[in-house]
C-alpha cells in the first residue's frame, strides 16, 4: 500500500506559477515502483489526468491541454514526485490529486488504472 500526501496548491494570478508536490510512502516496496500520475478536476467536469511519469522517470505522458506549460518530476530518493505549473490559466482551477499505479509504465491516463490516491490540493487560477 502507499500513502500520497499531496501539497503546494493555492490561489495565484494567470500567467502565474505553482509547483505541487506528493510525498509518498511505502511499507511494502520502494516508491520507484510505482508511476504516478497527477490529475485534477473542476467542478462538474470529470477527473483527467494531466500528466504522468514512470517509476524510475524515464518515460513522462501530458495533456494537450497542459504541453509546454506542466512539467511532471520525481526525486525517488525524497519518494516525491513534483508538479511544475507554468503560465496558468484560470481554467487550469481545480483540486489537483496524486495517483500511484504499482509497477506503471506512465502510460496510464484513466483513474481507474490507479491504485492509490491523495487527498487533493487546490489550485485557484485567477484572471
Known amino acids: 500500500q502507499v500513502h500520497l500526501v499531496e501539497s503546494g496548491g493555492g490561489l495565484v494570478q494567470a500567467g502565474g506559477s505553482l509547483r505541487l508536490s506528493c510525498a509518498g510512502s511505502s511499507r511494502t516496496f520502494s516508491f520507484s515502483t510505482y508511476a504516478v500520475g497527477w490529475f485534477r478536476q473542476a467542478p462538474g467536469k470529470e477527473r483527467e489526468c494531466v500528466a504522468s511519469i514512470s517509476g524510475n522517470a524515464d518515460n513522462t505522458k501530458y495533456a494537450d491541454s497542459v504541453k509546454g506549460r506542466f512539467t511532471i518530476s520525481r526525486d525517488n530518493v525524497k519518494n516525491t514526485v513534483y508538479l511544475q505549473m507554468s503560465s496558468l490559466k484560470p481554467e487550469d482551477t481545480a483540486i489537483y490529486y496524486c495517483?500511484?499505479?504499482?509497477?506503471?509504465?506512465?502510460?496510464?491516463?484513466?483513474?481507474?488504472?490507479?491504485?492509490?490516491w491523495g487527498q487533493g490540493t487546490q489550485v485557484t487560477v485567477s484572471s
Open positions: 495517483a500511484a499505479e504499482f509497477d506503471g509504465g506512465g502510460y496510464s491516463r484513466l483513474p481507474d488504472e490507479y491504485d492509490y
